[in-house]
């Protein structure tokens, strides 16, 4: 099989041809858990493959977390097919992507860098705060797209000092609370006294902190924005690896378009020839 290894500030995703490599779609779970191994295989927080649309789109993508669970859209995995999309002659300059939460469109800015229109917020509770180890947790819950990919916006003063071990356990915990029955994908953030939004993702599906995660930056964007705390215009958050940027329009307190915009990164391409494949 031939592969490409990319990245989305730093959110790394394996991608496939199932156009040429014709997988059978119940074969990706355990293919995913294999290849997404970073002691024994490739290493990624996902794998994602290119497939024929079922509706009007240039391509559908499959994408499946580390677990191998389905994941019903990634806004860094987006950018990257839609550069993979491109770069490989399946789309022009804008990609029209068929994900499992609904159609998205995607826009090459530059060489690298890829912008996504994300699903629209199909699911908004700005008040939604959680017990956690008898502590109270202030929280916001978003899901985008049909069916929602769910997102627990959580902030947390003084984020960038939190012991890795404390931040985990709590990201682990609101991730399987019984508050969010699809589990939820921890978003956790501070903003910090010059501004800088600096975020963390506990990732429902890889079981751990990945170094970026679109979606959700998009909902800590649109959750700032419908409470007044920013206007959706660039708003630019910094995470482990590297910034993104989102813009929000809202119309009568609902978000009507979010669009997140940020680097491509091709690290990779070659042929696997894992012996242990299942």
């Given at each position: 099989?031939?592969?490409?290894?990319m990245n989305g500030a730093g959110n790394d995703f394996i991608i496939l041809n199932n156009l040429r490599e014709n997988i059978p779609e119940d074969r990706f779970p355990a293919?995913?858990?294999?290849?997404?191994?970073?002691?024994?295989?490739?290493?990624?927080?996902?794998?994602?493959?290119?497939?024929?649309?079922?509706?009007?789109?240039?391509?559908?993508?499959?994408?499946?977390?580390?677990?191998?669970?389905?994941?019903?859209?990634?806004?860094?995995?987006?950018?990257?097919?839609?550069?993979?999309?491109?770069?490989?002659?399946?789309?022009?300059?804008?990609?029209?992507?068929?994900?499992?939460?609904?159609?998205?469109?995607?826009?090459?800015?530059?060489?690298?860098?890829?912008?996504?229109?994300?699903?629209?917020?199909?699911?908004?509770?700005?008040?939604?705060?959680?017990?956690?180890?008898?502590?109270?947790?202030?929280?916001?819950?978003?899901?985008?797209?049909?069916?929602?990919?769910?997102?627990?916006?959580?902030?947390?003063?003084?984020?960038?000092?939190?012991?890795?071990?404390?931040?985990?356990?709590?990201?682990?915990?609101?991730?399987?609370?019984?508050?969010?029955?699809?589990?939820?994908?921890?978003?956790?953030?501070?903003?910090?006294?010059?501004?800088?939004?600096?975020?963390?993702?506990?990732?429902?599906?890889?079981?751990?902190?990945?170094?970026?995660?679109?979606?959700?930056?998009?909902c800590v964007a649109a959750a700032l924005t419908l409470r007044g705390e920013r206007d959706g215009r660039d708003v630019r958050v910094q995470m482990t690896g590297g910034e993104?940027?989102?813009?929000?329009?809202?119309?009568?307190?609902?978000?009507?378009?979010?669009?997140?915009?940020?680097?491509?990164?091709?690290?990779?391409?070659?042929?696997?020839?894992?012996?242990?494949?299942?």
């Amino acid at each position: 099989m031939q592969f490409w290894k990319m990245n989305g500030a730093g959110n790394d995703f394996i991608i496939l041809n199932n156009l040429r490599e014709n997988i059978p779609e119940d074969r990706f779970p355990a293919l995913a858990r294999r290849l997404c191994d970073r002691r024994r295989s490739i290493g990624a927080d996902g794998l994602m493959a290119v497939d024929r649309p079922t509706i009007d789109a240039d391509f559908r993508m499959l994408f499946f977390n580390s677990d191998g669970s389905v994941g019903e859209m990634c806004g860094n995995g987006a950018r990257c097919i839609c550069r993979y999309g491109h770069d490989n002659g399946l789309a022009g300059e804008v990609q029209r992507v068929q994900t499992t939460a609904g159609p998205i469109t995607g826009r090459r800015v530059d060489r690298r860098r890829y912008q996504v229109r994300l699903n629209d917020p199909t699911v908004v509770e700005l008040d939604c705060p959680v017990e956690v180890d008898g502590e109270r947790w202030p929280c916001a819950y978003l899901e985008l797209g049909s069916p929602g990919l769910p997102h627990a916006v959580v902030p947390v003063p003084g984020l960038r000092d939190w012991p890795e071990e404390k931040l985990f356990r709590l990201g682990e915990k609101l991730c399987h609370h019984p508050a969010f029955p699809k589990g939820a994908n921890v978003n956790f953030y501070d903003v910090q006294p010059d501004g800088t939004i600096w975020e963390r993702t506990f990732e429902r599906g890889v079981e751990g902190f990945t170094h970026a995660c679109g979606t959700g930056t998009g909902c800590v964007a649109a959750a700032l924005t419908l409470r007044g705390e920013r206007d959706g215009r660039d708003v630019r958050v910094q995470m482990t690896g590297g910034e993104l940027a989102i813009d929000v329009r809202t119309e009568g307190g609902r978000v009507t378009e979010l669009t997140l915009t940020g680097p491509t990164n091709v690290v990779a391409k070659g042929e696997i020839t894992d012996e242990e494949l299942p």
